[in-house]
């Protein structure tokens, strides 16, 4: 996860309506959120090689692309929102346990709490994929789909982002979801499957 300083769409100069980053305790790298984290790594890693390769990365394009049956114009710029997203300091291989173990050393820090929400701006404008300030129950199925989890799912964890049932995910919602899923503990927390349902518990 690349940081990506871009303009918050607002949220900086509006009143939080929920927890900011660096009010949150410093995890301690429970099992549950180990298991959130290891569900996110096999969502990236598409092919299922115990890796995220640029591989992976293109399938999720094309896979979104395919869904939302997009144009070579709309792809390009999918394309190159999501380049920008991962970075040119991305390595070429990222295994399970690094992911985790990276994670849990990072979004403990005080710098990477501080711009937490432009990363999610950059995250959410991948899958506004009509640049409309919204996120449509298809945009959300396309990134279900292009993760390759069962776009069965994705209307319920769509139903649980969109608090105020308009039928939509706003940045705000969104930005609320995603820092519940990534910066809490709580097996029981509402958020918990925004990548889809989490893997069982290893041994």
Same mark, same amino acid.
């Given at each position: 996860?690349?940081?990506v300083i $871009? ?5 900086a100069k $509006? ?11 410093q ?6 959120w180990?298991?959130?984290m290891?569900? @996110? ?5 598409l092919?299922? *090689?115990?890796?995220? #390769? $640029?591989?992976?990365k293109?399938e999720m394009?094309?896979?979104?692309a /395919? &869904?939302?049956?997009l144009?070579? *114009?709309?792809?390009?710029? @999918? @394309?190159?929102q ?5 970075g040119? /300091?991305?390595? %070429?291989k990222v295994?399970?346990n /690094?992911?985790? /173990?990276s994670?849990l ?7 990477f709490?501080?711009?937490w929400? *432009?990363i999610?701006t950059?995250?959410? $404008? ?10 449509? #129950?298809? +945009?959300h199925?396309?990134?279900? &789909?292009?993760?390759?989890?069962? #776009?069965?799912?994705s209307k319920k964890?769509?139903d649980?982002? %969109? =608090?105020n049932? %308009? ?7 969104? =930005? ?5 899923f990534?910066y809490? +503990?709580?097996p ?6 925004c &990548?889809?349902?989490?893997? %069982?518990?290893? #041994?």
């Amino acid at each position: 996860m690349a940081p990506v300083i $871009q303009l918050k769409q607002g949220l900086a100069k $509006q009143p939080w309506h929920f927890r900011k980053p660096i009010e949150y305790p410093q995890l301690t790298g429970s099992d549950h959120w180990r298991r959130k984290m290891r569900t @996110v790594f096999r969502v990236f890693d598409l092919n299922g *090689d115990g890796c995220i #390769t $640029q591989e992976d990365k293109e399938e999720m394009n094309r896979r979104t692309a /395919e &869904y939302m049956n997009l144009d070579d *114009d709309k792809t390009k710029t @999918v @394309v190159n929102q999501r380049r920008t997203y991962w970075g040119d /300091e991305a390595p %070429d291989k990222v295994f399970e346990n /690094e992911f985790v /173990e990276s994670h849990l050393v990072k979004m403990n820090e005080i710098k990477f709490r501080e711009f937490w929400f *432009d990363i999610l701006t950059s995250r959410f $404008q991948m899958m506004d994929l009509n640049g409309d300030g919204l996120i449509s #129950t298809d +945009e959300h199925a396309a990134m279900f &789909y292009s993760y390759k989890i069962p #776009t069965e799912h994705s209307k319920k964890v769509f139903d649980i982002l %969109d =608090s105020n049932n %308009d039928g939509f995910i706003s940045m705000e919602e969104f =930005s609320h979801a995603y820092t519940e899923f990534w910066y809490t +503990e709580n097996p029981d927390n509402i958020f918990n499957e925004c &990548y889809g349902p989490l893997i %069982d518990n290893e #041994t």
